[in-house]
Structure formats: structure tokens, C-alpha cells
T-cell receptor, first 116, second 112 residues
Framework: GAVVSQHPSRVICKSGTSVKIECRSL??????MFWYRQFPKQSLMLMAT?????????EQGVEKDKFLINHASLTLSTLTVTSAHPEDSSFYIC????????????FGNGTRLTVT | GQSLEQPSEVTAVEGAIVQINCTYQ??????LSWYQQHDGGAPTFLSY????GLEETGRFSSFLSRSDSYGYLLLQELQMKDSASYFC?????????????FGTGTLLAVQP
């Protein structure tokens, strides 16, 4: 089945630094990937839709200059959390869809970000 | 916009049957999905209902009533490994992104 690989699984960084998270589709091409954020015991909140070869589409309230998304190839999307602050500490998960719009999303294993 | 409401927690015993409800309000409707997420893990797809009625996949079944804006996930013969969070989700066909919006989530605890 379709596999989405996300790296790193865990990262701890100091406040003010930037962190890059990679999301790869291993056995399929993904023109669109979705980035979600999840706080403890809460739902998955869509942050942005990553589009290969064009600008990402951000959800309302998500700062595009803080959460930089690059989708430079059909198998790789990256999310960079810039100037991280403790409140950015969260679980970040990417996902992609294979096939039609009705097809299920395949998720990466997520990245646990802790900003100290 | 969309909103999907679920009970926050459900507790049941091994071997029992449990139903997790989902009520939704959406500007358009393009099917209801269910995902399972174990603590700290990735969500995994369980089922999808585009039309009214019951869809069965092994021990899991999912039901949809579009007129009531309501669906549920039914888990039978509960096992300890079913302890997880369950999310309903709807597809937002706004624009060309077909993004998926998730419900509030239900934490299922299966007890021996």
C-alpha cells in the first residue's frame, strides 16, 4: 500500500531557531500533500495544503511566514517552522492521497516538536 | 465552514459492541470517513460512506444518514488493541484541494 514517510519523528529545538520537517511519498507521486497539527488529546487541525510546483494554500489563522511549505517535487514536501516558540510545540503530521478525491488519506508517522 | 461533533470519551469492555456517533454541519457534503489513531501514531483509514446506509468491514461498520447529518462507527467484538482515538472526517470540496476536515475525536478505552 501507499507509504508516506515523515522525518524526523522527534525534534527538540531552542526558542528562536527553525526546524524543517520532511514528508515523502515513497511509492507514489503526490501532487498535493496536507499538513496537520495536533495538540495533546485534540483533533487534527489542517494547517495548509502543499501543491507541487506552486504556492501552498494556508488555512485561516495559520501564518504562512512562520510555517514555510515547499513542495519542490512530486514526492517531497517540507514544512519549516521558523523562529519557533514554545507554543509551537505540537505533533505535526503530513498526509497525501493516492487516486481520486474520494480516496483515503495516507499519513506519515508524525513529528513531535518540542521547543524549549 | 464545517463542524463535526463526537463524544469525547467512550469506555467499553472486551468483547462488547460500541457505537461512536458523529454529527456534522457542512456547507457541502462529499462523504463521511472514519480514521483510527493510536496514541502518538499516525491516523489510519477505517471506512468511508458516500451514501446512506451501512458499510461493513470486518468487525467495523459505519453508518450514514445524510438527511440527519449523522453517522456512526460501530465496533464489534472489542479487543484491547481497539483502544485508540477515532475521528470522523468530511471532505471539503472548496476549491480544488479536496482537503479533509476532522471531527473532535473520541477516545475509546477498552477494559478487560
Amino acid at each position: 500500500g501507499a507509504v508516506v514517510s515523515q522525518h524526523p519523528s522527534r525534534v527538540i529545538c531552542k526558542s528562536g531557531t527553525s526546524v524543517k520537517i520532511e514528508c515523502r511519498s515513497l511509492d507514489f507521486q503526490a501532487t498535493t500533500m496536507f499538513w496537520y497539527r495536533q495538540f495533546p488529546k485534540q483533533s487534527l487541525m489542517l494547517m495548509a495544503t502543499s501543491n507541487e510546483g506552486s504556492k501552498a494554500t494556508y488555512e485561516q489563522g495559520v501564518e504562512k511566514d512562520k510555517f514555510l511549505i515547499n513542495h519542490a517535487s512530486l514526492t517531497l514536501s517540507t514544512l519549516t517552522v521558523t523562529s519557533a516558540h514554545p507554543e509551537d510545540s505540537s505533533f505535526y503530521i503530513c498526509s497525501a492521497r493516492v487516486g481520486t478525491a474520494n480516496s483515503p488519506l495516507h499519513f506519515g508517522n508524525g513529528t513531535r516538536l518540542t521547543v524549549t | 465552514g464545517q463542524s463535526l461533533e463526537q463524544p469525547s470519551e467512550v469506555t467499553a469492555v472486551e468483547g462488547a459492541i460500541v457505537q461512536i456517533n458523529c454529527t456534522y454541519q457542512t456547507s457541502g457534503f462529499y462523504g463521511l470517513s472514519w480514521y483510527q489513531q493510536h496514541d502518538g501514531g499516525a491516523p489510519t483509514f477505517l471506512s468511508y460512506n458516500a451514501l446512506d446506509g451501512l458499510e461493513e468491514t470486518g468487525r467495523f461498520s459505519s453508518f450514514l444518514s445524510r438527511s440527519d447529518s449523522y453517522g456512526y462507527l460501530l465496533l464489534q467484538e472489542l479487543q484491547m488493541k481497539d483502544s485508540a482515538s477515532y475521528f470522523c472526517a468530511v471532505r471539503d470540496r472548496g476549491g480544488a484541494t479536496n482537503k479533509l476536515i476532522f471531527g473532535t475525536g473520541t477516545l475509546l478505552a477498552v477494559q478487560p
